[in-house]
């Protein structure tokens, strides 16, 4: 009995601690996101991609045509 407790709160604790907020290294493409002249439209333009209502090409702003089409994952961090 003592045993299945230690392994059970052992679990817990390595469960608890395993997750780690997501960590964006802002490079160029999240500061353009990011920046005041863009800050009005990127949760606009995020939620949309993510939804896949604005993922074609011509869709996309050109202010953020340095991301390399890397969209998903800069809009999963920066709306988080």
Do not use: E
Not at 12 to 29: E, L, R
Not at 49 to 60: E, K, R, V
């Amino acid at each position: 009995m003592r045993t299945s407790t230690f392994l059970a709160a052992a679990v817990a604790v390595a469960g608890a601690s395993a997750w780690k907020y997501p960590d964006c290294d802002p490079d160029n493409c999240y500061n353009q996101l990011t920046d005041k002249k863009n800050a009005a439209g990127s949760p606009k333009f995020c939620f949309a991609y993510l939804a896949g209502n604005s993922t074609d090409p011509a869709a996309i702003p050109s202010s953020y045509n340095n991301c390399a089409g890397n969209y998903k994952a800069l809009c999963f961090y920066h709306l988080h």
